[in-house]
Nanobody, 120 residues
Framework: VQLQASGGGLVQYGGSLRLSCVAS????????MSWYRQAPGKQRELVAT???????RYADSVKGRFTISRDDARDSVYLQMYSLKPEDTAVYYC???????????????WGQGTQVTVSS
């Protein structure tokens, strides 16, 4: 199984970006899907997560500005980001709990990361 993240880039303060992450390979089922980010010199932090039932929760720093969504038919998760700030600059990683038929339960998989840079 591979996770491919895309959609990052350079954007000005107040701008918008939409990140995408698609899972490929043998996938039996998907549980929670999340986005994390890691800024230089900082620990990786959870940005948003969405459950299999569609319930979402967000880090306080992005509430009201970011929206996470998923498309189970496409094994994909998205992060729509509005009103971007320089402090949102980081590498963004998708994280998906999935079952590929080789184990019992769900195993977390990580995407390769996509850089988001917000200029002031």
């Amino acid at each position: 199984v591979q996770l491919q993240a895309s959609g990052g880039g350079l954007v000005q303060y107040g701008g918008s970006l939409r990140l995408s992450c698609v899972a490929s390979g043998t996938i039996f089922s998907i549980d929670a899907m999340s986005w994390y980010r890691q800024a230089p010199g900082k620990q990786r932090e959870l940005v948003a997560t969405i459950t299999r039932g569609g319930s979402a929760r967000y880090a306080d720093s992005v509430k009201g500005r970011f929206t996470i969504s998923r498309d189970d038919a496409r094994d994909s998760v998205y992060l729509q980001m509005y009103s971007l700030k320089p402090e949102d600059t980081a590498v963004y990683y998708c994280n998906v709990g999935l079952n590929d038929g080789t184990t019992v339960g769900y195993v977390e998989h990580w995407g390769q990361g996509t850089q988001v840079t917000v200029s002031s």
